[in-house]
C-alpha cells in the first residue's frame, strides 16, 4: 500500500515539474528592440532578423529597412523609411496603406487612430484589423499600423492564421 501512494506522489510530482517548466519556457518571448536610426522602441516575441532594401518612391530612392520574426504560425514586422527630400510623407503613407492591403486582398473589419501615449508620432497615423489571404489562397488574419515622425514613415504588421489580440496589442505598443 505504501509503495502505491508513494507511486502516485512521484507521478504527482513528474507532472508538476513538467508543468512548471511549460510555463517557464513561454512560445512568446518578448524583448525590447530599438530601430536603428530612429528613437523608437518596441517589443518582439522573438528575436528578429534585419532586412534591408532599396525601393523606389516617386521616382527617388531610399533605403526600406524592416525588423521581422515569425513565431506560432505568426509573423511580426517593423517596416520604416527615411523619405530623405520627399515632402508628401501623408501621400506616401497612404500609398503604404493601399499597397499593404491590396497585397493580402484585404477586408478590413476595423479602421481607426493609431495613437501614440507620449504623442511621439502625428495625430494621422491609423490602424486596421482586416482579413485577406497569402499568395497560395490561404486565410489570413492581419493589423497593420502606419505612422510618420518627421520624414520618416513606419509600417508594423503582425500576419496570423489566428489573431493574438494580447500579442497584437504588445507589439503595437512602441515607444521614445
Excluded at 490602424?127 to 520624414?151: H, M, R
Aim: aromatic share 10%.
Amino acid at each position: 500500500m505504501d509503495n502505491l501512494k508513494m507511486s502516485k506522489r512521484v507521478k504527482i510530482l513528474v507532472y508538476l515539474t513538467v508543468l512548471m517548466m511549460t510555463a517557464c519556457n513561454p512560445a512568446l518571448n518578448w524583448r525590447e528592440i530599438s530601430l536603428n536610426g530612429t528613437m523608437i522602441k518596441g517589443m518582439f516575441p522573438c528575436k528578429p532578423d534585419l532586412f534591408q532594401r532599396v525601393i523606389e518612391i516617386k521616382g527617388q530612392f531610399a533605403r526600406m529597412n524592416m525588423l521581422s520574426c515569425s513565431v506560432r504560425d505568426t509573423q511580426f514586422a517593423l517596416a520604416y523609411v527615411e523619405l530623405g527630400e520627399l515632402n508628401d510623407v501623408p501621400v506616401v503613407l497612404l500609398n503604404w496603406q493601399f499597397s499593404s492591403l491590396g497585397n493580402i486582398k484585404a477586408n478590413i473589419n476595423r479602421r481607426e487612430p493609431f495613437l501614440s501615449k507620449d504623442k511621439v508620432w502625428t495625430e494621422s497615423a491609423i490602424k486596421v484589423e482586416a482579413t485577406g489571404q497569402k499568395p497560395n489562397g490561404d486565410k489570413l488574419e492581419v493589423n497593420l499600423f502606419w505612422f510618420s515622425i518627421d520624414k520618416t514613415i513606419f509600417q508594423g504588421s503582425v500576419y496570423a492564421k489566428h489573431r493574438d489580440r494580447d500579442a497584437v496589442e504588445t507589439f503595437s505598443e512602441l515607444r521614445k
